[in-house]
C-alpha cells in the first residue's frame, strides 16, 4: 500500500509542522519518526531529502517497512512539535532530473523497444542505463525530442491506481507490482510506475542536456543533466572554450581546429626534442674511452632519459654502467648480477629500490662518492 505523505500531497511543499512520534539512536546514528514528513526518502534513484527540524539537520532520509526515517545530528525529544524546513533547491533540482529521465526513457523505450534498467541521480550528472544500443547521432536526435517536451510545457499527471485497474493499462515498470500503482504520466512521452516527485509541468525542466552515450554492460549507459545543472555546466564548458579562444586568438568556432593544431605542433617538437637528446647522449658517450664500470651523475634528467642514457652507455662499459640524476639512478650490466651489486649497496649506504639482475633503479640517499666506490669492487 503506498502510503500518503506530504510529499504527495504537495510536492512543492518546503516547510511544516508535525510532531515527533518517536526517536531511535542504533549503531551510533540518530533517526526521528515524524507524525507526518514531507521529506522525501532515498528511493527509485532519486535521493533523499535534508534540510532542518528545528535547527537540527537532517543528513539523509530512508524509507523501511513503510516507516520513514530521518536521520538527524542530534536527539529530539518524543512527542515535541518541531518545524521542519527541507532543502527546497535540492528537492527541486532533484524533481527536474526525474522528471526529464521519465522523458528520455520514455523515448529511448519507444524508439527502440528497448527498457531502462538503470536510473540513479548523482552529485555530477545523472545515469540512466538501457539494454540497447545508441549511437551518438541517436542520443542528439533523442536530446531533441526531449526538449521539444519542454517547450510545449506538458502537464505531468499522476494517478493511483488498483493492481486491477492498473493491468488494463499499458505502463513502464522495473519490477511486477503486486499492490496499488502510482503511475506517472508525460502525454506523448511517458507512462511508468513511479513512487519519486517530479515538476508538475515539463517547462519546469528548463533544458535537458545529454552528455554522452557509452557501453555499458550488454547496453549503454546516458549521461544527462537538466534544469540549473544543464544551465551551469554549459556556462562553465563556455568560459572554457572562450578563455582558450582568447588565449589562442581564434573565434570560438575555430578552437577544435585550433588546438588540434597546437597538439600536431607540440607532438612534433617532442619529436624533434626526442631525436636531438639522442643524437646529444650519442655524442657524449662516443667521447667516453672502454672501462670495466661507468658511472656518470647528469642534472635533472628524467628517467626516461636516464634509463635511455644508460642503455647506450654500456656499450662503453664491460661490467655496471650507472646514471645517478637528482638523487635518483639506474644500473644495467650483461655480466654482473646486479641483485648482489644492490644488495652489497644497501648494506653499506643508504640506497632504495629495486630490479632484477639485469637492471636496478632507485633513489640514492647518501654519497655518490661512496656509491661509485662500491660498485667498483665488482
Not at 106 to 115: A, H, P
Not at 231 to 256: G, R
Amino acid at each position: 500500500m503506498i502510503k500518503e505523505t506530504l510529499y504527495y500531497k504537495n510536492n512543492y511543499l518546503d516547510e511544516f509542522e508535525t510532531v515527533v512520534e518517536n526517536c531511535i539512536e542504533e549503531n551510533g546514528k540518530i533517526k526521528v519518526i515524524l507524525k507526518e514528513t514531507a521529506f522525501y526518502p532515498e528511493g527509485g534513484g532519486q535521493p533523499a531529502d535534508t534540510g532542518f527540524i528545528d535547527d537540527i539537520k537532517v543528513i539523509d532520509v530512508q524509507e523501511k517497512e513503510n516507516i520513514i526515517y530521518h536521520f538527524v545530528e542530534r536527539k529530539i525529544e518524543k512527542g515535541k512539535k518541531v518545524k521542519c524546513k527541507i532543502n527546497f533547491e535540492d528537492r527541486f533540482s532533484n524533481m527536474q532530473s526525474h522528471t526529464a529521465e521519465h522523458i528520455v526513457s520514455g523515448i529511448v523505450c519507444r524508439k527502440f523497444n528497448s527498457t531502462n534498467v538503470g536510473f540513479h541521480i548523482g552529485k555530477d550528472f545523472v545515469t540512466i542505463d538501457f539494454n540497447v544500443q545508441i549511437t551518438e547521432n541517436d542520443l542528439r536526435e533523442i536530446e531533441k525530442e526531449a526538449n521539444r517536451s519542454i517547450y510545449n510545457n506538458l502537464d505531468i499527471i499522476v494517478n493511483l491506481y488498483t493492481k486491477e485497474e492498473a493491468s488494463k493499462l499499458t505502463y513502464r515498470s522495473k519490477k511486477e507490482l503486486n499492490e496499488d500503482v502510482r503511475i506517472i504520466e508525460i502525454p506523448g512521452y511517458d507512462i511508468c510506475a513511479c513512487c519519486g516527485i517530479h515538476v508538475n509541468k515539463t517547462g519546469e525542466i528548463g533544458i535537458i542536456k545529454l552528455l554522452k552515450v557509452e557501453k555499458y554492460k550488454s547496453g549503454v549507459r546516458i549521461y544527462m543533466l537538466a534544469g540549473e545543472n544543464a544551465l551551469n555546466n554549459y556556462t562553465q564548458m563556455y568560459n572554457q572554450v572562450n578563455s582558450i579562444s582568447t588565449l589562442l586568438s581564434l573565434k570560438l568556432n575555430e578552437v577544435y581546429t585550433g588546438v588540434l593544431h597546437q597538439v600536431q605542433e607540440i607532438e612534433k617538437l617532442k619529436k624533434e626534442k626526442s631525436e636531438l637528446k639522442n643524437a646529444l647522449i650519442e655524442n657524449e658517450i662516443s667521447n667516453f674511452e672502454n672501462q670495466k664500470n661507468i658511472i656518470i651523475e647528469k642534472e635533472n634528467m628524467e628517467m626516461n632519459d636516464v634509463k635511455n642514457y644508460c642503455t647506450k652507455l654500456k656499450e662503453k662499459a664491460s661490467n655496471i654502467s650507472g646514471v645517478v640524476s637528482n638523487g635518483k639512478f639506474i644500473l644495467m650490466s650483461d655480466t654482473i648480477n646486479l641483485k648482489d651489486v644492490f644488495n652489497e649497496l644497501k648494506q653499506n649506504i643508504n640506497v632504495k629500490g629495486g630490479g632484477n639482475n639485469l637492471l636496478v633503479q632507485g633513489q640514492l640517499l647518501d654519497d655518490i662518492n661512496k656509491f661509485k666506490e662500491i660498485i667498483n669492487k665488482f
